[in-house]
């Protein structure tokens, strides 16, 4: 995979100096969808997708049922995302400079997001949701995602996924870092967005799954490069204490209960 991804570290660096190419972004959308991982193309230089088409654009409507999408369109974000080759070597080859998004759900991805973003941490009961934190607790330097999925972790006798070196593993340009892992059930595992009052994990800590999607490794942004860590390039099944906290943060569905 690396060889035809050009995703090996020196052929990451050249990616990163050179800025996309036809040879570097083709390439990582059609070995991802080789991979049954969908994907779906995103503004030049940005992280965002493509924009809808004119009229999609005006007028508010859902992806499904779009004709857009039947007709082979990129409109609708991760909602276009594709294994289908053609339109895979259409899109990339009439704009070599799109970047490539995954979209997570359908490629049975759970996707620890980490950010490093240095800010004053929320109140107490929104660093690790569900899992008091006391007054008694020194929390002097905590600052990003790092720290508080270290902590979780450390809380539950596990390694954090930020050091889990049997699984790929994707450094920001910011400073981040994106773990992946792949779900090992049909589980619709939910997206979330740091420790939001509804649903999530940990403060600084997005989840990527079902209903979001993923930069893909070697993408270039205006920021810089997704760049692997290491040499892994497998996501590694997600482990099963993670995937307890997750259900415990209320990142699956309600269980259905008959009328």
Same mark, same amino acid.
């Given at each position: 995979?690396?060889?035809?991804?050009?995703?090996?570290?020196?052929?990451?660096?050249?990616?990163a100096g050179s800025g996309p190419s036809v040879a570097a972004c083709l390439a990582t959308a059609q070995v991802c969808a080789r991979r049954g991982w969908?994907?779906?193309?995103?503004?030049?230089?940005?992280?965002?997708?493509?924009?809808? /088409?004119?009229?999609?654009?005006?007028?508010?409507?859902?992806?499904?049922? /779009?004709?857009?999408?039947?007709? !082979?369109?990129?409109?609708?974000s991760f909602h276009a995302a594709t294994l289908n080759q053609g339109r895979i070597q259409q899109w990339w080859g009439q704009h070599p400079d799109f970047g490539v998004g995954v979209s997570c759900g359908p490629a049975g991805l759970v996707?620890?997001?980490?950010?490093?973003?240095?800010?004053?941490?929320?109140?107490?009961?929104?660093?690790?949701?569900?899992?008091?934190?006391?007054?008694?607790?020194?929390?002097? !330097?905590?600052?990003?995602?790092?720290?508080?999925?270290?902590?979780?972790?450390?809380?539950?006798?596990?390694?954090?996924?930020?050091?889990?070196?049997?699984?790929?593993?994707?450094?920001?340009?910011? !400073?981040?870092?994106h773990v992946w892992y792949r779900a090992t059930d049909n589980r619709p595992w939910k997206s979330s967005a740091g420790s939001s009052p509804g649903r999530g994990l940990a403060w600084q800590v997005d989840i990527r799954a079902h209903g979001s999607y993923i930069i893909?490794? !070697?993408?270039?942004?205006?920021?810089?490069?997704?760049?692997?860590?290491?040499?892994?390039?497998?996501?590694?099944?997600?482990?099963?204490w993670l995937a307890q906290e997750l259900d415990r943060t209320g990142h699956l569905p309600a269980p259905h209960i008959p009328a």
């Open positions: 995979m690396s060889a035809e991804l050009q995703f090996s570290r020196s052929d990451s660096r050249a990616v969908p994907v779906h193309p995103l503004s030049p230089g940005r992280k965002t997708p493509v924009a809808n /088409c004119p009229k999609c654009r005006e007028s508010s409507h859902s992806p499904v049922g /779009c004709p857009c999408l039947r007709a !082979g369109r990129w409109c609708h996707v620890i997001d980490i950010d490093a973003h240095q800010s004053e941490p929320p109140a107490r009961d929104r660093i690790l949701p569900g899992i008091p934190i006391g007054d008694h607790i020194d929390l002097t !330097g905590l600052a990003n995602g790092f720290h508080t999925l270290a902590v979780l972790a450390a809380l539950r006798g596990q390694q954090s996924p930020a050091e889990d070196a049997s699984t790929l593993r994707v450094r920001t340009p910011s !400073g981040g870092l893909a490794p !070697g993408t270039t942004t205006q920021a810089g490069t997704y760049m692997p860590v290491d040499d892994v390039r497998e996501p590694a099944a997600l482990p099963l």
